[in-house]
């Protein structure tokens, strides 16, 4: 079952960050708990309702993509860590860190929390 979920979590995670790029209200509001809350790399506090309203304007990145991954499973929940590598909205690189933690809710992985860190490069 393990693996499974290994799986499973690997093609959210994409998922995750090809729906930032792509603006995909709908994915996560398919994927995240009622009670979601994000931590953004300014240090603000969002709940799910703010988070998507930010998902639909843009998060003033593009060309985002995860690296690093790691995935731990500790029975119905999932701490996935990774870096990301992007391009700002100004055109300088960047690299950044987030951490999601996921819970299986039913049967099914939901996002309950987010945490992002960016910084430009060049």
Same mark, same amino acid.
């Given at each position: 079952?393990?693996?499974?979920?290994?799986?499973?979590?690997?093609?959210?995670?994409?998922?995750?960050?090809? *729906?930032?790029?792509?603006? =995909?209200?709908?994915? &996560?509001?398919?994927?995240?708990?009622? =009670?979601?809350?994000?931590?953004? *790399?300014?240090? *603000?506090?969002?709940?799910?309702?703010? &988070?998507?309203?930010?998902?639909?304007?843009?998060? #003033?990145?593009?060309?985002?993509?995860?690296? =690093?991954?790691?995935?731990?499973?500790?029975?119905?929940?999932?701490?996935?860590?990774?870096?990301?590598? &992007?391009?700002?909205?100004?055109?300088?690189? #960047?690299?950044?860190?987030?951490? =999601?933690?996921?819970?299986?809710?039913?049967?099914?992985?939901?996002?309950?929390?987010?945490?992002?860190?960016?910084?430009?490069?060049?």
């Amino acid at each position: 079952m393990q693996s499974n979920d290994q799986e499973t979590l690997t093609r959210l995670n994409s998922e995750y960050v090809r *729906s930032v790029q792509n603006k =995909d209200v709908a994915w &996560f509001d398919a994927n995240l708990s009622p =009670d979601f809350m994000n931590t953004a *790399s300014d240090g *603000s506090l969002a709940h799910r309702k703010t &988070f998507l309203a930010h998902i639909a304007k843009g998060t #003033g990145v593009s060309k985002i993509a995860e690296e =690093d991954v790691l995935i731990r499973i500790i029975n119905d929940t999932a701490v996935i860590h990774a870096a990301t590598v &992007f391009t700002t909205d100004a055109g300088a690189s #960047g690299r950044g860190r987030y951490t =999601d933690i996921w819970q299986k809710q039913n049967g099914r992985w939901l996002c309950i929390a987010a945490h992002v860190s960016r910084r430009a490069t060049a």
